[in-house]
């Protein structure tokens, strides 16, 4: 089976940088997504890893150590729409982590 | 703009009723996913379709629920009885099989079930 592990909650500042961690453990693994979802919606793909090393997207970026089974997500330039719960997430079908919830202020 | 559309997006129910949740995946995506999310369990995988077929519903309690693909357009999962403990906000997903390898699904904007 799989299991992830990431922070429950998380606060910084607005255009601040935060980093979201998750550790996971999987009998097979095919890459870390990560997903955003905000209060009352659906989630949303943010990113995927499938190979070690940082993904950009935007202000956003992912990475992935295989050998450590983590990764993380990180968020620049921080702003107060970006405050959702996000999930990390592997194999196939996708099980997610528990969230981290995200709090960004002023 | 496609999207997975989801009915109902509400609904509250006695115990003992039976709840119908339908499901509209993208046009052209040919697996389909259930997802259950509540504050202490999280998202919970349910049932899971490729090309209609029924892969994985090891997440699903067997003796009253159930899920089904009459047809590549709709998914649907059905309560019979409900029960308080099923209130939950409850997600679609679709996605293509290669894109879903990569992790990305298509989430509907979920239906909150409410079981007093």
């Known amino acids: 089976g799989q299991s992830l592990e990431q922070p429950s909650e998380v606060t910084a500042v607005e255009g601040a940088i935060v980093q979201i961690n998750c550790t996971y453990q999987t009998s097979g693994f095919y890459g870390l997504s990560w997903y955003q979802q905000h209060d009352g919606g659906a989630p949303t793909f943010l990113s995927y890893n499938g190979l070690d090393g940082l993904e950009e997207t935007g202000r956003f970026s992912s990475f992935l150590s295989r050998s450590d089974s983590y990764g993380y997500l990180l968020l620049q330039e921080l702003q107060m729409k970006d405050s959702a719960s996000y999930f990390c997430a592997v194999g196939t079908p996708l099980v997610f982590g528990k969230g981290t919830r995200l709090s960004v202020i002023a | 703009d496609a999207r997975v559309t989801q009915t109902p997006r509400h609904k509250v129910t006695e115990m003992g009723q039976e709840v119908t949740m339908r499901c509209q995946p993208i046009?052209?995506?040919?697996?389909v996913f259930w997802y259950r999310q509540t504050m202490m369990q999280g998202l919970e995988l349910l049932a899971y379709f490729r090309n209609r077929a029924p892969l994985d519903d090891s997440g699903m309690p067997k003796d009253r629920f159930s899920a089904e693909m009459p047809d590549a357009t709709l998914a649907t999962l059905k309560i019979q009885p409900s029960e308080p403990r099923d209130s939950a906000v409850y997600f679609c997903a679709s996605g293509l099989v290669l894109r879903v390898n990569t992790g990305e699904l298509f989430f509907g904007e979920g239906s909150r079930l409410t079981v007093l």
């Open positions: 046009l052209g995506h040919n697996t």
